[in-house]
């Protein structure tokens, strides 16, 4: 490899678009960052205000380990249905480990916030249940992995369990949390369509959201070529 | 369509044909549910006629037949890897008649298993049921997702190694709102309230696991 052309070219670490893609979402986060503790105003309705800063974290977090997964969902389908590449099982693959993280982190900072508004850090409310779930489910995906020695037939049938949980993703989402009192919040946007919540509230929550999902696909990528390259080679 | 049918049929049939001549299965499934029916009828006696009872022991019920279930219904791809007549039934059916014989099998198995476990259990702990036919209902879209998801989940871990500890922690996720859903339908079914939203909603869930199982199950059952 070392003598063909395209090794001789010198190639940038980083390309300009991707280095001004970073930047801005290095300020973007930043922004966020700033906002949920300086702009947004204190939200009088729970009974420790200052800690509900925690929720411009929490709600981000948790928006973007729902994303992964659904991202790890589309391209084990992409895997299952062009062509079987290795890159979009590989793909798949390091989205549920970062929507793991991003799910434990949403769990963590949610059982915080719990212990400070409801007096204990866990009381099985319908959302808490779900989110064990998910990160059960994950976490068996990564066991499903693990036993599988040929890589062909582990990237098949992980690809079809990703894809199963397509079809559980949305009841432990959304069914489940409606079927018994839950203490959460009102979801914000709630079966009136209303949106009732204070604008700043919603545009720091909005623009967090935004930044943790651009982190995801950030880091994704990264994570996903590295892991290519040491496959590779 | 007709053939389709007579290869699921034929499916079922070899499953229960086999079946008879072993009684794994069976036995498996059989002496499970009656071990914990006896140790749950020591330990609490008849708690069936207290209000803590109605609340606890359709959640114990549940508990007894879905670990008896994934006692046996693994086996059900298990058993072909094993003993090497999958690559024969790959030739024989085509994969969704596989899935839907396989399906029927399983399902049979656990309403078989329901039949005896569900009266004894009753009856050892006393409890009155104020809506019989919900029970019945309950019972049986129960019976169907849990055979649907067993389903699933074993023609994958028959491919994998560890295949007992990987099928427990594969299926419990999938089993998981399917048991919240039974158990909630099995207490109104006990103090006699509605069904509400909860049947439908497992009506929903058995369906998509079966939807999702059948278009997924061509990928998982041919190499």
Redesign the interface.
């Known amino acids: 490899m070392e003598n063909s052309p395209a090794a001789t070219r010198r190639r940038p670490a980083l390309p300009a678009l991707t280095l001004a893609l970073a930047a801005l979402l290095w300020l973007w986060m930043a922004a966020a960052i700033w906002a949920a503790f300086a702009w947004a105003p204190p939200a009088r309705g729970f009974q420790n205000v200052v800690s509900s800063r925690i929720l411009f974290f929490h709600v981000p977090i948790a928006w973007g380990s729902f994303v992964a997964f659904l991202a790890a969902g589309v391209w084990s389908l992409l895997f299952?249905a062009r062509g079987r590449r290795p890159r979009h099982d590989l793909a798949a693959a390091v989205a549920v480990e970062l929507g793991l993280v991003f799910c434990l982190l949403a769990t963590l900072s949610g059982a915080i916030w719990s212990r400070l508004e409801w007096g204990a850090f866990w009381n099985w409310d319908p959302r808490q249940?779900s989110i064990v779930?998910?990160l059960?489910?994950y976490a068996?995906y990564l066991?499903?992995r693990g036993?599988?020695?040929d890589a062909?037939?582990r990237r098949?049938?992980s690809?079809?369990?990703a894809?199963?949980g397509?079809?559980?993703a949305p009841?432990?989402f959304f069914?489940?949390p409606r079927?018994?009192f839950s203490l959460h919040p009102e979801p914000v946007i709630n079966a009136e369509g209303d949106v009732a919540m204070d604008s700043r509230i919603l545009i720091v929550l909005v623009t967090a959201s935004t930044g943790f999902t651009a982190l995801f696909f950030w880091v994704h990528n990264l994570a996903w070529r590295l892991r290519r390259a040491g496959e590779e080679r | 369509m007709s053939r389709w049918l007579a290869e699921a049929a034929a499916v079922f049939a070899k499953d229960w044909r086999s079946e008879a001549r072993t009684r794994t299965a069976l036995n498996t499934l059989g002496l499970f549910a009656l071990t914990t029916l006896v140790l749950v009828g020591v330990g609490l006696g008849p708690l069936g006629v207290s209000a803590a009872g109605t609340q606890v022991l359709p959640f114990l019920l549940w508990l007894v037949l879905l670990f008896a279930t994934t006692a046996g219904l693994p086996r059900l791809f298990v058993h072909e890897e094993e003993t090497r007549t999958a690559t024969a039934l790959r030739l024989a059916a085509r994969p969704s008649a596989v899935f839907w014989g396989k399906l029927a099998h399983g399902l049979s198995l656990t309403l078989a298993l329901q039949v005896i476990v569900t009266p004894l259990f009753l009856a050892m702990v006393q409890l009155p049921v104020g809506r019989p036919l919900l029970l019945v209902a309950t019972l049986a879209a129960g019976a169907f997702g849990l055979a649907a998801a067993s389903t699933?989940i074993a023609a994958?871990i028959a491919?994998?190694?560890?295949r007992a500890t990987?099928f427990a922690?594969?299926s419990?996720?999938?089993l998981?709102?399917l048991l919240?859903?039974v158990v909630?339908l099995t207490r109104n079914a006990v103090t006699g309230e509605p069904a509400g939203?909860?049947l439908r909603?497992l009506l929903?869930?058995d369906g998509?696991?079966a939807v999702?199982?059948s278009m997924?199950f061509p990928?998982?059952w041919n190499?």
């Not at chain 2, 491919?159 to 560890?162: L, P, S």
């Open positions: 299952l249940t779930l998910a059960v489910f068996a066991a499903l036993a599988v020695d062909e037939t098949r049938l690809a079809a369990y894809a199963l397509l079809v559980v009841f432990l069914v489940l079927l018994t | 699933v994958i491919q994998a190694r560890g990987l922690v594969l419990f996720p999938l998981v709102p919240l859903l909630e939203d909860a909603q929903l869930y998509s696991l999702a199982g997924l990928v998982i190499p």
